[in-house]
T-cell receptor
Framework: DGGITQSPKYLFRKEGQNVTLSCEQNLNHDAMYWYRQDPGQGLRLIYYSQIVNDFQKGDIAEGYSVSREKKESFPLTVTSAQKNPTAFYLC?????????????FGDGTRLSIL | QKEVEQDPGPLSVPEGAIVSLNCTYS??????FMWYRQYSRKGPELLMY????GNKEDGRFTAQVDKSSKYISLFIRDSQPSDSATYLC??????????FGTGTQLKVEL
């Protein structure tokens, strides 16, 4: 069954610690996205990648980093520089090269501060 | 001003009611419009996807886009308790970047 898998479902971060959120897709999608969701603010774009080994900053990239070494995988690292990391993080993917396709989402990772 | 505005609710309706959810947008370049449904602690699930102006129907759901007034709507007929969720509208121009509304929380009561 094709889909987007995010892990872990819940994650706790200590002060000064970097944590990495996993996103894997087996949909053969080219582009992948990371969003942050806070109550009352909707989804805000952190980073996105259109192809392997390339990625662009979104609207709120400060304090985050990503890599795209494989088409299937787009991990997000929340660094210690992100002072307010508590949020619901969502990964999405899309097939490019076809007239505008909607994004499909994983089930998210909830990150909290210890 | 946000590019996509959506009333956060909460909106509470009785079972069987017709629900109307709405968004406005400001960017004239938006051509593609989506409605997502999000249950608590889950990712958004695509409900409806429309291009330009007009209506699109899928079962109990109808999406409507009026580009002249920059207004998008989702209607839910015969609403069920299982429709209780947060509904997110989203819009995109020619590229693949989506701009989301803040979401409307809907509760359908027995």
């Amino acid at each position: 069954d094709g889909g987007i898998t995010q892990s872990p479902k819940y994650l706790f971060r200590k002060e000064g610690q970097n944590v990495t959120l996993s996103c894997e897709q087996n949909l053969n999608h080219d582009a992948m996205y990371w969003y942050r969701q806070d109550p009352g603010q909707g989804l805000r774009l952190i980073y996105y990648s259109q192809i392997v080994n390339d990625f662009q900053k979104g609207d709120i990239a400060e304090g985050y980093s990503v890599s795209r070494e494989k088409k299937e995988s787009f991990p997000l690292t929340v660094t210690s520089a992100q002072k307010n990391p508590t949020a619901f993080y969502l990964c999405a993917s899309i097939r490019t090269g076809v007239s505008n396709q909607p994004q499909h989402f994983g089930d998210g990772t909830r990150l909290s501060i210890l | 001003q946000k590019e996509v505005e959506q009333d956060p609710g909460p909106l509470s309706v009785p079972e069987g009611a017709i629900v109307s959810l709405n968004c406005t947008y400001s960017n004239s370049a938006f051509q593609y419009f989506m409605w997502y449904r999000q249950y608590s602690r889950k990712g958004p699930e695509l409900l409806m996807y429309t291009y330009s102006s007009g209506n699109k129907e899928d079962g109990r759901f109808t999406a409507q886009v009026d580009k002249s007034s920059k207004y998008i709507s989702l209607f839910i007929r015969d609403s069920q308790p299982s429709d209780s969720a947060t509904y997110l509208c989203a819009a995109a121009g020619g590229g693949n970047k989506l701009t989301f509304g803040t979401g409307t929380q809907l509760k359908v009561e027995l």
